[in-house]
């Protein structure tokens, strides 16, 4: 049994800082003049973390895989979707009576339309990727053949077509009434075969890939400030040249652009590198770890927290400027981790 990594918990933790920093990112994007430096910090540094989700996710499958043997479909699909698939349901259906009493949102027009929202995560606008995950787990045997049989080459290749996919779904499908097309951002694992691809791909050569990123740690730093820097050269051309509105300039310069592609990359291999050097202060260690643990609660309860964290903020009479988003972005993290660690402090199962 290879020992437990503590890197992907830390991994675990900064993605879901940054997904939280997306999402309040939106809240002050209803600023009619926001400062674009602050939405650059909320909205683009922090675009690696839906992806670096799946790389992780594939990391810590294909690091606890035993290739050589026959892999066990039905188990892996039984204990991945009692720690998905449920949650999904769960929280959707949460979701979904919350705003309807909350907004006074119609609950469930028809069963086609029901249907809709649950097969693509459209109960509140984070679950896709729940979405997303289940069909990667679905497609396992798949994803293990080409993992067996990937080649530096053929990495290469995947990562070209990759990029040529995003492009075209980003920038080129426009609209269509098929759903599946429709709502393709929500479902198709084509968007993030990549990066799932290469988390598995270096998991199964993890000892060589961590002796690299020791060896390798100038360049691998370098790299990420330049994935970092074009993204958000791009992001601010954009505005500066090309006059686009803030808002638009996030919907252009996103994770599935190609400097944000790259920059996903970049940023999944340094943040690997950097915590597996083990040169990271115990303090900042033991935040990392209570946010890893706890980012799973914190990923699926927030938006909940941004909505009643907004009402307050509307009933103070006051508007989402610099400061105010900033402090709103922390007391958002703060709120949800307390309540998740309040209720493993005294609920029942913590005193038995």
Known sequence: MKPWLDSIEYIRGVS?????????????????????????????????????????????????MNLAEPFEYGKFLRRRFKAVL????????????????????????????????????????HLYFLVILIWFYLLMPLWIFL?????????????????????????????????????????????YVF????????????????????????????TFLLALTTLLGYYYFLIRVRNFSPEAAVNTAHQLSPPGIFYTIAASIFLFALFQSGSLPA??????????????????????????????LGKLGLIMTAPNALIFYVATIAVTLSVKLAWQKFSPASRR
């Open 16 to 64: 879901m800082v940054g997904v939280v920093a997306i999402h309040v990112g939106s809240q002050y994007l209803l600023n009619p003049t926001p400062n674009i430096h602050l939405v650059a910090l909320f909205e683009i540094v922090s675009r690696f973390s839906v992806p670096i989700f799946f790389f992780i996710s594939a990391f810590g499958l294909f690091y606890r």
């Open 86 to 125: 449920i949650p999904y349901l769960l929280w959707s259906t949460f979701y979904l009576l919350h705003d309807n009493f909350f907004y006074g949102y119609q609950l469930f027009p028809d069963f086609d339309y029901a249907a809709e929202i649950y097969f693509f995560g459209l109960a509140k606008y």
């Open 147 to 191: 993992v067996k049989r990937m080649t530096p080459a053929r990495l290469i290749l995947l990562l070209v077509a990759q990029v040529a996919f995003d492009f075209w779904s980003s920038y080129c499908a426009g609209l269509s009434e098929n759903l599946f097309i429709k709502w393709r951002l929500n479902w198709l694992v084509l968007h």
């Open 195 to 222: 990066i799932f691809i290469l988390g598995g791909v270096l998991a199964i050569h993890s000892q060589r890939f961590f002796a690299w990123c020791a060896a390798h740690k100038k360049i691998i730093s370098a």
């Open 283 to 312: 303090p900042p260690k033991k935040f990392l770890s209570v946010l890893g643990k706890n980012s799973y609660f914190v990923y699926l309860a927030h938006p909940l927290t941004i909505t009643y964290l907004s009402l307050g």
